[in-house]
């Protein structure tokens, strides 16, 4: 699985920069979840440390895993300031989500951010709820999230640009802003074919990825093939109910042979 982060000059940096990024509502979230959570956390997509960090400055262990030597990099050199108790409890592994082997188990193994998105194919899907599985504690649990479709959005998709991050300047003095675009939807796919446009300094770098989109019974279905079931299903971070319009799916889930509780209804 090749990584968009790692062709563009400093990505870590501008990813750190982004407003929309800082202002996410899943952190708290997530760290309530870590805190409540006997053991240590696997982040799968770790990236810059955005989560990671909050969770191991509140004391606990975490282990970073993610594909992107620039954004591993990046989360590296934000730990090297915290303090020796900080980094003690972290570890950074590079690896594909799909086929790492850690030779560990955790009570909770999270993938925030739409991490899971990117897993375009069921077969891709299929892997890594394997390898969750095979590195998650007896009645631990997996937690992500993932966007719920706005099909009105999708469906008025023109290639257009739009900025989301007005002109700003960095730390070291360079002038940033960026603009997004879908460029295309493959609907039997159930992809979308997305760009993120960093202007810097009048270089234009371009971030093309792709976006694979769930509903809410497809997950289900997904977890269960794969031998997890679902615990709760939220409809934003602030655990608020899934219905027609919520922003987020965010999924708990545990092995299906699991005692730790009752899947909800």
């Given at each position: ?20 990024y800082a ?10 979840e870590a ?101 998650l504690a ?128």
């Amino acid at each position: 699985m090749t990584s968009a982060y790692d062709a563009i000059p400093d990505f870590g940096v501008l990813y750190d920069s982004v407003p929309l990024y800082a202002a996410r509502q899943d952190v708290d979230f997530y760290l309530a979840e870590a805190k409540r959570t006997r053991g240590a956390v696997l982040e799968v997509g770790c990236g810059t440390g955005r989560i990671l960090l909050p969770i191991a400055r509140a004391g606990g262990a975490i282990t970073g895993l993610d594909g992107s030597p620039a954004m591993l990099d990046r989360c590296r050199t934000k730990l090297a300031a915290e303090s020796a108790a900080v980094q003690g409890r972290v570890r950074l592994t590079q690896a594909d989500m799909r086929e790492f082997n850690l030779g560990a188990v955790f009570p909770l193994i999270i993938a925030p951010f739409r991490v899971v998105q990117h897993l375009l194919t069921v077969d891709d899907q299929l892997k890594f709820l394997t390898r969750v599985a095979n590195h998650l504690a007896p009645g631990g649990r997996l937690i992500f999230d993932v966007f719920n479709p706005r099909f009105d959005m999708l469906v008025g998709h023109d290639g257009v640009e739009r900025e989301d991050t007005p002109e700003q300047r960095l730390a070291d003095g360079r002038a940033l802003r960026r603009t997004y675009r879908i460029a295309r939807v493959r609907w039997v796919d159930q992809v979308s074919e997305a760009e993120l446009i960093y202007y810097l300094d009048g270089e234009r770098y371009v971030q093309a990825f792709e976006m694979r989109w769930y509903l809410a019974t497809e997950l289900r279905h997904l977890l269960a093939r794969a031998g997890f079931r679902v615990r709760e299903m939220y409809g934003d971070f602030a655990r608020g109910a899934v219905v027609d319009g919520c922003p987020e799916l965010v999924v708990v889930a545990e092995n299906a042979g699991s005692t730790a509780g009752s899947p909800s209804a």
